[in-house]
């Protein structure tokens, strides 16, 4: 059987200490963009992971994380997913972590900085869907 993140209980991971080594990765935010490629490949260097992080590997990953944000609207009434929780917002925000950071992994992989990249598609759009007159 495979590991997955999901079969720790939240609880047990609340309990436990971030270890000295990853201190860092407890700032609210990372800017710009490249601190932010920076933390991640170091994050997965000191683990050894980068024999996994192959662009197919992280592009089924974030495929799977975003799933795991669909899956929080699935069973709602439209109305009722512009108003949630406290609990579910933090679920929330927990799968668009893991979808940034696989997202951001995988542009890293092919030196492309999603932020630019999402810029330079918005300027697409506006050409390809202009304003109605």
């Known amino acids: 059987m495979r590991f997955s993140a999901a079969m720790v209980p939240w609880d047990y991971i609340k309990q436990k200490k971030l270890p000295e080594s990853d201190k860092k990765y407890q700032q609210k935010h990372f800017t710009p963009m490249e601190n932010l490629r920076t933390a991640l490949r170091e994050f997965a260097s000191i683990r050894k992971w980068q024999q996994f992080h192959t662009p197919k590997n992280l592009a089924m990953a974030l495929s799977v994380e975003t799933a795991e944000l669909t899956e929080i609207f699935q069973w709602m009434e ?54 109605p007159e």
């Open 78 to 131: 439209g109305e009722k997913s512009q108003d949630v929780d406290e609990s579910t917002r933090k679920h929330i925000a927990e799968e668009v972590g893991d979808i940034m950071i696989y997202l951001t992994m995988l542009a890293d992989k092919f030196d492309l900085d999603p932020l630019t990249c999402a810029r330079e598609k918005m300027q697409l759009n506006a050409i390809k869907y202009p304003p």
